[in-house]
């Protein structure tokens, strides 16, 4: 019968059989995926474990070595790892060292041993390191990292190897590795994959270990610092209190030295202070007396011995080795026998008293002489002294020593106070007159610091003081004006040399007071030295004054000076700078006085001149002339030139003159161009004897020479040393010295000079002329032909200028003519330059002239080439 369905039975089977065999296969699918889920599941959960065990190990592991052992334990569950081992770099000194190593082959390295990273790098762990990756054992890949020498075998070759890196921070810190020498055991990419997620998680608690490791250690190092401050600080404290009981004894001892109404009150002070510090129950004081060879015991205090006697000899006691050596002892019983071996002293005898088990003693000593000893000592054993108690004993004693020499000294301080002050009361009163003297000799000194020696006037530091005085009450108020005057005797040396230094200081005596005369009371003189002095006229109306005061000082110094028996001349050149500004300075004026002073020198003397913008561009060119004129070759740049000396009354040639001359440029400077450069530079006497020279080497050219007139320095009359090379020059040359005729002129001479005069003698006795020239300028001309062994007279171009038109001119020449034809000297005229002067000089008798009218001068050339002469061998 067909069922509900329409189905016959055996096809409704089928279908039911159909059916429930699909089922079953999906239910067999069904639990292959539960299994493997649930063998999932179970392998997170052994790896959760795993994780939560290594993080547990980071707070419960006491050391490293527990925490690598137990790590490689939670590896073992997870993985096989009998050969595992774990190793750190350190990038700093490029080291490896294995903290943890397992294998069964291999040999076991020392923890403590640190292995060059170079080492390890072709290795399979310096591989992992160096690349930074994981890496599992495979036989081509190994080989052929071999073939491309980047790893080599290390160790015994393994069946599989599995190693991770381990990263901190992004940096490589070491690896992890498990390796199988079984065919059994072998690693997948999942154990490479779950041993790379467990070393992140090792590598974290690997950190927090050794951060746990070091902040323990930092710890116990902070400790242990504090508990070393704190056992410092207890010492300190300790040190601290002794040294405020050793202050507080030390200040009472120095308290007791000055109140102690006795010497035992003291001792007895003494003692108890000491006991502050010591025990002293057993105490003396011991004191030599040198006199009676005896020791002295002012003050003990026995436990034993009471009956101690109070003095004795010197013997070799304990006591006497201080004294002896100086120097603080402790002496026990073993140190004791020591001494008595050696001979340093005696076995214990009666006088000495019982024999103590310990012993410190201390010299007391007074400017480096041992005057005691100060000791203390015990009988038992149960009172032990150390090294501290000598070294404060010995700080003590130094002070007690102080003390007692202080106390033993009392009375004959008292003594010697009253002594003194019986003194005192006797040298008060030559105390009195004794400051007396001495404030007169500060003022003596005051003065003298300010004041010249020999004129009285203020110096130089006086006056420069007075000078910025001025200066600011100039800046106060403006309209203040004033005027420094520098004066400069002339002659002075010529005086000095002639006459002494006696007479030299009489003329500076005389001139200073000639100057004070000229000047009111409220202006300063002072003299800066020599024959140098400058004058502050303060409030002055106008420059005019000072020129005033300088024509005034000219005239006074052109009055004769009256030495003995005999008149000298000297005069003055003054130089003026007026104060122009509020902002002068004192060096400012003091320069520009002195520089119009030099520029009234070199105008003629016996004037004055204000300073202004011109002197100052003339002492920049003078500069630049001595330069020059150092530089200058003396025969490339200095020539001669040839005046005629003609018969008035037939004008034929009769001698001529030779002048020096320098070439600068195109033009021919004159002598007294460059005179006072050549001064400066110390090259006149060097110019005169090449000057020489070249006259000479003339005469010597020619066959019958006209007398040649040289005009040389005075300079060479101060040292008979000069005049012999004078001499020299004119005998080394052949010529006949009458042939020369040496001019000197009359404004250089000194009309005293014993040394001008004996010098001129010795060139007379040469044979040569002597000519004075410039005759007439000075007022002591007549004396230098009268005393002076002159044989010729050059009268001055301003006498001559004057004699066709003077009547007083031509008497004057007609006394000198007659005078020098009595005295048999040849006399000349220079400066004619016309023909009444030639007539009115004939009409007056003078024969022989020289000047304009006798035609130009002409350059003479050297007969021969002449050696060039440097400037460095002619000075010498």
């Given at each position: 019968?067909?069922?509900?369905t329409g189905m016959q039975p055996e096809a409704q089977t089928s279908a039911v059989q159909n059916t429930e065999s699909k089922e079953i296969t999906r239910l067999?699918?069904?639990?292959?995926?539960?299994?493997?889920?649930?063998?999932?599941?179970?392998?997170?959960?052994?790896?959760?474990?795993?994780?939560?065990?290594?993080?547990?190990?980071?707070?419960?592991?006491?050391?490293?070595?527990?925490?690598?052992?137990?790590?490689?334990?939670?590896?073992?569950?997870?993985?096989?790892?009998?050969?595992?081992?774990?190793?750190?770099?350190?990038?700093?000194?490029?080291?490896?060292?294995?903290?943890?190593?397992?294998?069964?082959?291999?040999?076991?390295?020392?923890?403590?041993?640190?292995?060059?990273?170079?080492?390890?790098?072709?290795?399979?762990?310096?591989?992992?390191?160096?690349?930074?990756?994981?890496?599992?054992?495979?036989?081509?890949?190994?080989?052929?990292?071999?073939?491309?020498?980047?790893?080599?075998?290390?160790?015994?070759?393994?069946?599989?190897?599995?190693?991770?890196?381990?990263?901190?921070?992004?940096?490589?810190?070491?690896?992890?590795?498990?390796?199988?020498?079984?065919?059994?055991?072998?690693?997948?990419?999942?154990?490479?994959?779950?041993?790379?997620?467990?070393?992140?998680?090792?590598?974290?608690?690997?950190?927090?270990?050794?951060?746990?490791?070091?902040?323990?250690?930092?710890?116990?190092?902070?400790?242990?610092?504090?508990?070393?401050?704190?056992?410092?600080?207890?010492?300190?404290?300790?040190?601290?209190?002794?040294?405020?009981?050793?202050?507080?004894?030390?200040?009472?001892?120095?308290?007791?030295?000055?109140?102690?109404?006795?010497?035992?009150?003291?001792?007895?002070?003494?003692?108890?202070?000491?006991?502050?510090?010591?025990?002293?129950?057993?105490?003396?004081?011991?004191?030599?007396?040198?006199?009676?060879?005896?020791?002295?015991?002012?003050?003990?205090?026995?436990?034993?011995?009471?009956?101690?006697?109070?003095?004795?000899?010197?013997?070799?006691?304990?006591?006497?080795?201080?004294?002896?050596?100086?120097?603080?002892?402790?002496?026990?019983?073993?140190?004791?026998?020591?001494?008595?071996?050696?001979?340093?002293?005696?076995?214990?005898?009666?006088?000495?008293?019982?024999?103590?088990?310990?012993?410190?003693?201390?010299?007391?000593?007074?400017?480096?002489?041992?005057?005691?000893?100060?000791?203390?000592?015990?009988?038992?054993?149960?009172?032990?002294?150390?090294?501290?108690?000598?070294?404060?004993?010995?700080?003590?004693?130094?002070?007690?020593?102080?003390?007692?020499?202080?106390?033993?000294?009392?009375?004959?301080?008292?003594?010697?106070?009253?002594?003194?002050?019986?003194?005192?009361?006797?040298?008060?009163?030559?105390?009195?007159?004794?400051?007396?003297?001495?404030?007169?000799?500060?003022?003596?000194?005051?003065?003298?610091?300010?004041?010249?020696?020999?004129?009285?006037?203020?110096?130089?530091?006086?006056?420069?003081?007075?000078?910025?005085?001025?200066?600011?009450?100039?800046?106060?108020?403006?309209?203040?004006?004033?005027?420094?005057?520098?004066?400069?005797?002339?002659?002075?040396?010529?005086?000095?040399?002639?006459?002494?230094?006696?007479?030299?200081?009489?003329?500076?005596?005389?001139?200073?007071?000639?100057?004070?005369?000229?000047?009111?009371?409220?202006?300063?003189?002072?003299?800066?030295?020599?024959?140098?002095?400058?004058?502050?006229?303060?409030?002055?109306?106008?420059?005019?004054?000072?020129?005033?005061?300088?024509?005034?000082?000219?005239?006074?110094?052109?009055?004769?000076?009256?030495?003995?028996e005999s008149e000298h001349y000297s005069g003055a050149s003054v130089g003026i700078a007026e104060c122009k500004s509020r902002n002068d300075s004192a060096e400012?004026?003091?320069?520009?006085?002195?520089?119009?002073?030099?520029?009234?020198?070199?105008?003629?003397?016996?004037?004055?001149?204000?300073?202004?913008?011109?002197?100052?561009?003339?002492?920049?060119?003078?500069?630049?002339?001595?330069?020059?004129?150092?530089?200058?070759?003396?025969?490339?740049?200095?020539?001669?030139?040839?005046?005629?000396?003609?018969?008035?009354?037939?004008?034929?040639?009769?001698?001529?003159?030779?002048?020096?001359?320098?070439?600068?440029?195109?033009?021919?400077?004159?002598?007294?161009?460059?005179?006072?450069?050549?001064?400066?530079?110390?090259?006149?006497?060097?110019?005169?004897?090449?000057?020489?020279?070249?006259?000479?080497?003339?005469?010597?050219?020619?066959?019958?020479?006209?007398?040649?007139?040289?005009?040389?320095?005075?300079?060479?009359?101060?040292?008979?040393?000069?005049?012999?090379?004078?001499?020299?020059?004119?005998?080394?040359?052949?010529?006949?010295?009458?042939?020369?005729?040496?001019?000197?002129?009359?404004?250089?001479?000194?009309?005293?000079?014993?040394?001008?005069?004996?010098?001129?003698?010795?060139?007379?006795?040469?044979?040569?002329?002597?000519?004075?020239?410039?005759?007439?300028?000075?007022?002591?001309?007549?004396?230098?032909?009268?005393?002076?062994?002159?044989?010729?007279?050059?009268?001055?171009?301003?006498?001559?200028?004057?004699?066709?038109?003077?009547?007083?001119?031509?008497?004057?020449?007609?006394?000198?003519?007659?005078?020098?034809?009595?005295?048999?000297?040849?006399?000349?005229?220079?400066?004619?330059?016309?023909?009444?002067?030639?007539?009115?000089?004939?009409?007056?008798?003078?024969?022989?002239?020289?000047?304009?009218?006798?035609?130009?001068?002409?350059?003479?050339?050297?007969?021969?080439?002449?050696?060039?002469?440097?400037?460095?061998?002619?000075?010498?």
């Amino acid at each position: 019968m067909p069922t509900s369905t329409g189905m016959q039975p055996e096809a409704q089977t089928s279908a039911v059989q159909n059916t429930e065999s699909k089922e079953i296969t999906r239910l067999r699918k069904a639990v292959a995926r539960l299994q493997k889920l649930a063998l999932k599941y179970r392998q997170s959960e052994v790896v959760q474990k795993a994780l939560f065990k290594i993080s547990e190990l980071a707070s419960s592991v006491q050391n490293m070595q527990d925490f690598y052992a137990s790590v490689h334990a939670i590896i073992g569950e997870l993985m096989d790892a009998r050969n595992f081992y774990i190793c750190l770099y350190d990038q700093a000194k490029d080291t490896v060292q294995f903290v943890y190593f397992v294998d069964e082959y291999d040999d076991f390295p020392a923890l403590e041993q640190v292995i060059p990273a170079e080492m390890l790098g072709q290795g399979l762990t310096g591989y992992v390191m160096r690349t930074g990756k994981p890496f599992l054992y495979d036989i081509e890949v190994f080989e052929r990292l071999k073939e491309r020498g980047e790893i080599r075998d290390l160790g015994s070759p393994p069946v599989d190897w599995l190693g991770v890196p381990l990263r901190s921070n992004g940096q490589v810190v070491g690896a992890m590795v498990v390796q199988s020498y079984s065919e059994q055991i072998r690693y997948t990419e999942q154990d490479q994959e779950l041993l790379l997620f467990v070393s992140q998680h090792i590598v974290n608690a690997l950190d927090r270990v050794r951060q746990r490791e070091y902040m323990q250690a930092e710890i116990a190092r902070q400790t242990a610092k504090l508990r070393q401050i704190n056992d410092d600080l207890i010492n300190e404290i300790s040190v601290r209190e002794r040294a405020e009981k050793l202050t507080s004894v030390l200040f009472a001892i120095s308290e007791i030295t000055n109140t102690s109404e006795s010497m035992q009150t003291f001792y007895e002070q003494l003692y108890r202070q000491i006991g502050m510090l010591i025990n002293n129950d057993n105490f003396f004081v011991a004191l030599i007396n040198q006199d009676r060879g005896v020791l002295e015991f002012p003050y003990s205090v026995d436990a034993y011995d009471g009956n101690l006697q109070r003095e004795r000899k010197l013997a070799k006691g304990m006591t006497e080795y201080v004294i002896r050596h100086a120097q603080p002892v402790f002496i026990d019983r073993a140190k004791y026998q020591q001494l008595v071996q050696a001979g340093e002293v005696e076995d214990a005898v009666s006088y000495y008293g019982t024999h103590p088990t310990q012993w410190l003693g201390s010299p007391l000593v007074v400017e480096d002489e041992v005057i005691g000893v100060l000791s203390v000592q015990t009988y038992v054993n149960d009172i032990t002294y150390k090294q501290d108690d000598l070294e404060l004993l010995n700080f003590v004693s130094q002070h007690v020593a102080v003390a007692i020499e202080r106390r033993r000294n009392a009375d004959e301080v008292k003594r010697v106070n009253a002594y003194l002050e019986r003194k005192v009361a006797e040298r008060t009163e030559e105390l009195v007159s004794e400051i007396e003297r001495r404030k007169k000799v500060e003022e003596k000194l005051f003065y003298d610091a300010h004041h010249d020696a020999l004129t009285g006037l203020p110096n130089r530091s006086m006056f420069t003081e007075r000078l910025q005085q001025t200066l600011k009450h100039k800046k106060r108020f403006p309209h203040h004006n004033f005027a420094v005057l520098f004066v400069d005797l002339d002659r002075f040396k010529n005086i000095n040399d002639t006459l002494g230094h006696s007479a030299g200081d009489e003329f500076l005596l005389e001139a200073s007071r000639r100057i004070g005369e000229c000047i009111r009371d409220n202006d300063t003189v002072a003299r800066l030295g020599g024959d140098e002095f400058v004058i502050l006229l303060d409030m002055i109306r106008h420059i005019d004054d000072a020129r005033d005061v300088a024509s005034r000082i000219i005239e006074k110094m052109r009055l004769p000076f009256v030495f003995g028996e005999s008149e000298h001349y000297s005069g003055a050149s003054v130089g003026i700078a007026e104060c122009k500004s509020r902002n002068d300075s004192a060096e400012r004026l003091l320069r520009d006085a002195d520089a119009a002073m030099y520029q009234a020198k070199s105008m003629g003397r016996g004037r004055y001149v204000v300073f202004d913008e011109s002197i100052h561009q003339d002492l920049v060119a003078s500069l630049h002339r001595e330069t020059e004129l150092r530089h200058a070759q003396f025969d490339q740049d200095f020539v001669l030139q040839q005046f005629t000396l003609a018969d008035l009354r037939d004008n034929t040639e009769v001698a001529r003159e030779l002048q020096l001359r320098w070439q600068r440029d195109d033009s021919l400077l004159p002598a007294d161009r460059f005179n006072a450069v050549a001064d400066k530079t110390g090259m006149t006497l060097a110019l005169d004897h090449w000057m020489l020279k070249r006259c000479c080497a003339i005469l010597q050219a020619e066959d019958q020479p006209l007398p040649i007139y040289v005009g040389l320095s005075s300079k060479h009359l101060y040292k008979l040393a000069d005049v012999k090379v004078l001499i020299d020059i004119i005998t080394n040359s052949g010529v006949a010295p009458e042939s020369l005729i040496l001019e000197f002129s009359e404004t250089e001479l000194n009309d005293n000079s014993k040394r001008q005069l004996s010098c001129l003698r010795q060139l007379a006795e040469l044979g040569v002329g002597l000519a004075l020239n410039e005759f007439g300028r000075s007022a002591g001309a007549l004396q230098f032909i009268l005393n002076y062994p002159f044989t010729h007279v050059k009268l001055d171009p301003r006498f001559v200028a004057d004699i066709a038109t003077s009547q007083r001119a031509q008497v004057m020449v007609r006394n000198v003519v007659h005078l020098c034809r009595d005295l048999a000297i040849e006399i000349a005229a220079a400066g004619v330059d016309n023909h009444d002067q030639l007539q009115a000089l004939i009409h007056n008798g003078v024969n022989i002239g020289q000047g304009q009218l006798f035609g130009e001068p002409q350059q003479v050339k050297s007969p021969f080439n002449a050696q060039p002469t440097s400037k460095s061998a002619t000075r010498a």
